[in-house]
C-alpha cells in the first residue's frame, strides 16, 4: 500500500533537548512539508522541499531543522531553541507541478516536559 | 485580515441532516481548493479538490466554489455520525504551487 508513515505517533522527551520526527513516502512523490497545528490555530507550515537536496522555510522555521537526502524521507529535528515545542507534527507529500491537494501522514505528538 | 476565513463551529446537526460548511477568501488569484477531513489525533485527509469554479459532486459531498463572491462551501448530504470531523479548507493559487492556505477547520458532530 502506498501511503506516508511517520514515526513515532507519541514523542515525549526533556526540556532542552533536539528530537527528530521521522516521515517516509512511498508515493513516489518529488514535495513534501513538515506542519504544526495547535489548537485554534490550524495547519502552519515548518519547512517544505520541492525536490531532494533542496528544501525551503515555510512560515515558522525558527527551532526548526530539516533535510532531504532522500526522495522518499523528509526528517524533522525539533531543536532545542524551539520556545514551544509542545504540539501536533503533521508530513505531507504532492506531486509537483499538479495542482491537486497534499496527502498526510498520521502525524506524531510531541509532548516536552 | 487572513487570507481564508473559515468558522470554527463546533456545529452540531442530528442524523440525516445536510450540512453545510463554508470557507471565504480574500486573494483572487485561488484557483485550486479543496477540503478535507480531519478526525481526532489523525492526520488530514483529502475529501474533494476543485480546480476554478462550479460544482463537483462524490457520493455524499458536494463541493461548491464561486470565485466572484470568494466563498467555497461543502455540502454533505445524508450525514451520518461517523461524519464527526474537523473539516478544513484549503487553497492556492496557479502561481505558486508550493504552499496551500488554510482554513482554521470547522468542527461538525452528527448525532446519532
Same mark, same amino acid.
Given at each position: ?6 514515526s ?36 502552519r =507550515?515548518?519547512?517544505? /522541499?520541492?525536490?531532494? +537536496? ?6 515558522? @522555521?525558527?527551532?526548526?531543522?530539516? %533535510? ?7 526528517? =524533522?529535528?525539533?531543536? /532545542?531553541?524551539?520556545? +514551544? ?6 508530513? @505531507?507529500?504532492r506531486?509537483?507541478? %499538479? ?7 498520521p502525524?506524531?505528538?510531541?509532548t516536552?516536559? | ?12 446537526v ?41 460544482n ?13 463572491s470568494?466563498?467555497i462551501?461543502l455540502?454533505?448530504r445524508?450525514?451520518?455520525?461517523s ?9 492556492k ?16 458532530a452528527?448525532?446519532?
Open positions: 500500500d502506498g501511503g506516508i508513515t511517520q513515532p505517533k507519541y514523542l515525549f522527551r526533556k526540556e532542552g533537548q533536539n528530537v527528530t520526527l521521522s516521515c517516509e513516502q512511498n508515493l513516489n512523490h518529488d514535495a513534501m512539508y513538515w506542519y504544526r497545528q495547535d489548537p485554534g490555530q490550524g495547519l =507550515l515548518i519547512y517544505y /522541499s520541492q525536490i531532494v +537536496n533542496d528544501f525551503q522555510k515555510g512560515d515558522i @522555521a525558527e527551532g526548526y531543522s530539516v %533535510s532531504r537526502e532522500k526522495k522518499e524521507s523528509f526528517p =524533522l529535528t525539533v531543536t /532545542s531553541a524551539q520556545k +514551544n515545542p509542545t504540539a501536533f507534527y503533521l508530513c @505531507a507529500s506531486v509537483t507541478g %499538479s495542482g491537486e491537494g497534499q496527502f498526510f501522514g502525524g506524531t505528538r510531541l516536552v516536559l | 485580515q487572513k487570507e481564508v476565513e473559515q468558522d470554527p463551529g463546533p456545529l452540531s442530528p442524523e440525516g441532516a445536510i450540512v453545510s460548511l463554508n470557507c471565504t477568501y480574500s486573494n483572487s488569484a485561488f484557483q485550486y481548493f479543496m477540503w478535507y477531513r480531519q478526525y481526532s489525533r489523525k492526520g488530514p485527509e483529502l475529501l474533494m479538490y476543485t480546480y476554478s469554479s462550479g463537483k459532486e462524490d457520493g455524499r459531498f458536494t463541493a461548491q466554489v464561486d470565485k466572484s470568494k466563498y462551501s455540502f454533505i445524508d450525514s451520518q455520525p461524519d464527526s470531523a474537523t473539516y478544513l479548507c484549503a487553497m493559487d496557479a502561481g505558486n504551487n508550493r504552499k496551500l492556505i488554510w482554513g482554521l477547520g470547522t468542527s461538525l452528527v448525532n446519532p
